[in-house]
C-alpha cells in the first residue's frame, strides 16, 4: 500500500486529535457523574477533594494541545507489538478498557520520545512531532530513528523544537514538556531518593526542569508524595506568580510553594517584618549560629541539687538528686528533641516514685504513674529542670541580652560579631523587635530544636545560590527524610550569604551525597545578549563555563548612551511594544520612583512588580533589578548598569546583579545609559539614542 500523502497523515492526525478531545470530554462526564459518598464525613470530604482533583486534571483547554508527539514501537525492534503511542500531558483513554489515545509524557512509555536516537532507538522506528496553531494541529515533522542518516541530525534541526523555543513569551511561565531535551529529561526522571543539584547559566530551563521533576516524581511516586508532599522553593513573590501556572497546566495543583520567608514565617508564626544591613545578617546567616542556638535552647536544663518529694497519702516518696540527673543524661543522650524531653521527665520521674511505692508492698498501676506525673510537685520539679521554651523569645533574648549571648556564643562568635548580632534597638516583644528574615529563620531553627519539622517528600528549590547556610538548613530540615533537587547559578549570586561551592550548600541542606550536574545550553538569552553578559563572568565566576546559546536568532543589542536616560527608555519602550511579547523595564531600585513617572507621563500601561499581586498580564512590567532573578521578557530596556552595580554593597555582587539583569531578555535587550558602562563590559560600540 502506497504510503499516504502528508495531507492525508494530517488529516489523520487531525481526526485524532478529535476523537482524543471527545474521549476527555466523556472522561470529564464521566467524573462528574460521581457522587462522592463515603462511610462518614471525613471521608466524604476526602473523596470530594479527590473528584474535585480529578475535575481539575481533565479540564480541556482548547488553547493547549492534548498531545505533541507520537511514537510508533515496532515489533522487530523488540516491542511487545507493533503499537502506536500518542505523548500529551495526560492519559486518555477511549471507551472502558479501550486502548490509551494519549498516553502521560510522564509514562515509562512516553521515554523515547525524549531520549531516543538514532543507534539507540528505544524499540521506537518513528517519531512524531506536531506543530500547533492556537490548539489546531497544522504540522507534523518524522524522525526515522532506524534508517535515516539526517534523523542523527534531527533533533537539533526540528522547526517544531525551534519555533518553541523561539516563541515569542506572553504572560507567566509556560511548561515545556513538547520539548525537554535529553540532558533535561535525565533531571527531570531520576529516581525519588536521588537528590539533585543543577548548576546552570541563566536560560539553560533550571526551573523549567525543577517543575517538570516536581511534576514526574508527583506521577511516578503519587501515593507516597500524597502523603509527604512537595514543595516548590522560590526566591519572591513576583516569581512565584510567574511559575504559578506551570504545574497546574500539567495537571498537578498539589504542590506547595513558597519562599523562604513565608516558609519559617508560616511554621513559627512569626512575621518577617524588618530589613537589616548585610553585616549582621550574614554572621545571623552564619553556621555557626546553628551551635550558638543549640546551647541556647540546651543550656536551658537545670542541674537537680535536691531530691523530688511526693506526698501522696500518710507517705512522702523522694527521688534522689542523682537518680534524676542521670535520667536528664539518659534523655539527652537518646537525642530527643527538646520538647519531646520535657514530656517525657515527668513520667520517668513518676515511675521512680511508682518503683519506691511497690518497694514498700504497693501494688500501683498505670493510673497512679499518670495521676502522679501530673501531680503538682513533680510538675513543678521537671518544669525548674527541664522548662518550657518559646522559639520566638528564646531568639529575641538572645539577640538583646548580651551576657546571655555571649554565653552561648562563646568560642564560637567574637566580641565584634556578637556585637553585630544584638538588636540595635532593644525590645521587650517578639512585635516590637521588628524580626528580618534572618532572625526568623533562626526563630525556625529554635523551632526545630525543640520540635522536630516535618518533613516533606520532595523539596525543590530555586535560585539556591542566594541562600543562607541557616536558610539552607531551614529548607534541609523539610527534606530530612525526603530528597532535593537544588537550582541554581553561583554566578548570579548577589545575596551577601551567598554559597561559595554547592559541595558546601549541599553539606547545609543535610544532603551531601547528592549529585551536581550542569546544564550550559541556554534556552532564553539570544547569542549576541548572551556574549555580551559573559564578558562578566570572568570578574564574576571565573570557574563556570560560559553558556552558549541554542537559539537560532542572535537577537538585538543596542547600547544607547544618553544624556536623558529617563526619555531614551521611554522611546525604547515604545519601540519594542511594536513588535510581539513582553517588554520588560529592568532599572536600579533608586530609579524606580522615576522611571514610575516617566512611564506614566508616556501613556504607557505597565505593572510595577513587586508592589501589587503579579498577574503577568499587563505587556510591559517594571522591574527593579533586585526583583529581575528568574524572570524572562521578550524585549529587555535595561537603565544604567553602573547605577546596578552601584546599588550593591560590593562591585562583585553588583556585577552579578547586573548580569542577571543582562540576562533577562529572549529576543532583544537596548542598554540605556547616562554613565559610562562599566568597565568589565568593555562595550565595542555605541549609539547615540
Ligand atoms: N527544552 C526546552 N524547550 C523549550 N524551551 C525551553 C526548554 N528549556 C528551557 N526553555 C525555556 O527557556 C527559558 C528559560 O528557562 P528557565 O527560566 O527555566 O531557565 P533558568 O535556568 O532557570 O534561568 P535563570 O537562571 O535565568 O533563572 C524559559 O522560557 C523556558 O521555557
Known amino acids: 500500500m502506497p504510503a499516504p500523502a502528508p495531507s492525508a497523515t494530517l488529516t489523520a492526525e487531525q481526526q485524532h486529535l478529535v476523537d482524543s478531545r471527545t474521549a476527555l470530554q466523556r472522561m470529564r462526564e464521566h467524573t462528574a457523574g460521581l457522587t462522592a459518598q463515603g462511610g462518614d464525613r471525613v471521608s466524604t470530604e476526602h473523596l470530594k477533594q479527590v473528584l474535585h482533583r480529578r475535575m481539575k486534571a481533565l479540564e480541556d483547554d482548547p488553547t493547549v494541545p492534548l498531545f505533541f508527539g507520537r511514537l510508533d514501537y515496532a515489533s522487530d525492534l523488540g516491542a511487545e507489538r507493533d503499537e502506536t503511542l500518542y505523548v500529551g500531558r495526560r492519559h486518555v483513554t477511549g471507551e472502558a478498557g479501550g486502548e490509551p489515545l494519549v498516553i502521560d509524557w510522564r509514562a515509562g512509555m512516553a521515554l523515547p520520545f525524549y531520549q531516543a536516537r538514532v543507534g539507540e532507538p528505544m524499540r521506537v522506528r518513528r517519531r512524531r512531532r506536531f506543530g500547533f496553531s492556537s490548539g489546531r494541529l497544522t504540522a507534523f515533522e518524522d524522525e526515522d530513528l532506524v534508517r535515516s542518516p539526517a534523523a542523527e541530525v534531527a533533533a537539533s534541526s526540528s522547526a517544531i523544537l525551534e519555533s518553541e523555543i523561539e516563541r515569542p513569551r506572553t504572560g507567566p ?83 506547595t510553594q513558597a519562599t523562604v520567608g513565608s516558609l519559617v514565617s508560616g511554621a513559627t508564626g512569626v512575621a518577617v517584618r524588618g530589613l537589616e544591613a548585610a553585616p549582621p545578617a550574614v554572621i545571623k546567616g552564619d553556621a555557626r549560629m546553628a551551635e550558638v542556638l543549640r546551647r541556647a535552647v540546651w543550656g536551658h536544663l537545670g542541674r537537680p541539687t535536691e531530691a523530688l518529694v511526693v506526698p501522696r497519702g500518710a507517705y512522702q516518696w523522694r527521688v534522689g538528686a542523682y537518680l534524676t540527673e542521670e535520667m536528664l543524661g539518659e534523655l539527652r543522650e537518646r537525642g530527643v528533641r527538646y520538647e519531646a524531653g520535657r514530656a517525657m521527665l515527668p513520667q520517668r520521674l513518676a515511675h521512680q516514685v511508682l518503683l519506691r511505692m511497690e518497694a514498700s508492698g504497693d501494688s500501683p498501676d498505670d493510673r497512679v504513674q499518670n495521676a502522679v506525673a501530673r501531680s503538682r510537685p513533680v510538675r513543678a520539679y521537671a518544669e525548674q529542670l527541664w522548662p518550657t521554651l518559646d522559639a520566638a523569645k528564646l531568639v529575641l533574648r538572645l539577640l538583646t541580652d548580651a551576657e546571655f549571648l555571649a554565653r552561648c556564643a562563646d568560642g564560637l562568635l567574637d566580641a565584634d560579631e556578637q556585637r553585630l548580632v544584638r538588636l540595635p534597638k532593644p525590645a521587650r516583644t517578639v512585635a516590637a523587635a521588628r524580626f528580618t528574615l534572618a532572625d526568623v529563620v533562626l526563630v525556625d531553627e529554635v523551632s526545630d530544636l525543640l ?3 516535618p518533613s516533606l517528600g520532595h523539596v525543590v528549590l530555586d535560585e539556591a545560590q542566594d541562600l543562607s547556610p541557616m536558610m539552607l538548613r531551614a529548607v534541609g530540615r523539610r527534606a530530612s527524610t525526603g530528597s532535593v533537587t537544588v537550582l541554581g547559578d553561583l554566578a548570579q549570586a548577589t545575596t551577601p550569604w551567598a554559597t561559595r561551592s554547592w559541595r558546601e550548600s549541599l553539606g547545609h541542606l543535610g544532603q551531601a551525597d547528592a549529585v551536581v550536574e550542569e546544564l550550559v545550553a541556554g534556552f532564553r538569552v539570544p547569542g549576541a545578549v548572551i556574549d555580551f553578559a559573559a564578558r562578566l563572568l570572568p570578574h564574576i565566576a571565573p570557574s563556570l563555563t560560559p553558556p552558549h546559546s541554542v537559539r ?129 563590559l568593555d562595550a565595542p560600540t555605541a549609539s547615540a539614542a
Open 552 to 680: 537560532r536568532s542572535r537577537g538585538e543589542l543596542d547600547l544607547r548612551r544618553s544624556a536623558d536616560p529617563a526619555a531614551a527608555v521611554t522611546r525604547a519602550v515604545g519601540d519594542a511594544l511594536r513588535s510581539e511579547g513582553t517588554v520588560g523595564v529592568v532599572v536600579p531600585d533608586a530609579t524606580v520612583p522615576a522611571l514610575r513617572a516617566a512611564l506614566s507621563g508616556a501613556g504607557v500601561v505597565f505593572e510595577l512588580l513587586g508592589e501589587q499581586a503579579q498577574g503577568f498580564e499587563s505587556r510591559v512590567d517594571l522591574v527593579p533589578a533586585t526583583l529581575a532573578k528568574g524572570l524572562e521578557f521578550d524585549h529587555v530596556v535595561l537603565l544604567e548598569p553602573a547605577g546596578i552595580v552601584a546599588g550593591e554593597p560590593d562591585r562583585v555582587t553588583g556585577l552579578r546583579r547586573l548580569y542577571v539583569c543582562l540576562t533577562r531578555a529572549v529576543s532583544s535587550l537596548v542598554v540605556v545609559h547616562g554613565e559610562p558602562l562599566p568597565a568589565e
Open 451 to 453: 520540635q522536630r519539622t
Open 173 to 255: 511561565m509556560r511548561d515545556i514538556v513538547a520539548t525537554i531535551q535529553p540532558e533535561q529529561d535525565t533531571i527531570v526522571r531520576a529516581r525519588l531518593d536521588q537528590s539533585l543539584c543543577v548548576q546552570g547559566a541563566p536560560g539553560t530551563g533550571k526551573t523549567a526542569v525543577g517543575l517538570h521533576r516536581a511534576a514526574y516524581l508527583l506521577y511516578a511516586y503519587r501515593e507516597q508524595l500524597a502523603r509527604s508532599g512537595v514543595l516548590v522553593v522560590g526566591p519572591n513573590d513576583s516569581f512565584l506568580s510567574y511559575i504559578a501556572d506551570v504545574l497546574p497546566a500539567l495537571g498537578e495543583i498539589d504542590a
